[in-house]
């Protein structure tokens, strides 16, 4: 069986609905806020990532996010 143990999703930035700002990392340039990060490794990879130049949503994780489903992430079947 062929498994995918890290999915990337790229979308547009309306696709965020509520965001904590305190979490992520914020990247100034020219005093106007252009990105935004957010990483997470344990207990599993999570990246979130906002472009504000290229309208850009970018989030990134592991198959350990499921947990006990892991065994039921995208797979050939």
């Known amino acids: ?3 995918l143990d ?3 999703i790229i979308s547009t930035l309306d696709k965020i609905k509520i965001i904590d700002n305190s979490y ?12 935004q990060k957010y990483t997470a ?3 599993f990879l999570l990246y979130i990532e906002l472009d504000y130049l290229e309208n850009e949503l970018v989030i990134e994780f592991t198959g350990k996010i499921l947990l006990d489903r892991y065994n039921e992430l995208i797979n050939k079947k």
């Open 1 to 3: 069986m062929i498994t």
């Open 41 to 43: 490794i344990s207990p």
């Open 6 to 8: 890290k999915i990337k």
């Open 24 to 35: 992520f990392q914020t990247i100034i340039k020219n005093d106007i806020v252009v990105e």
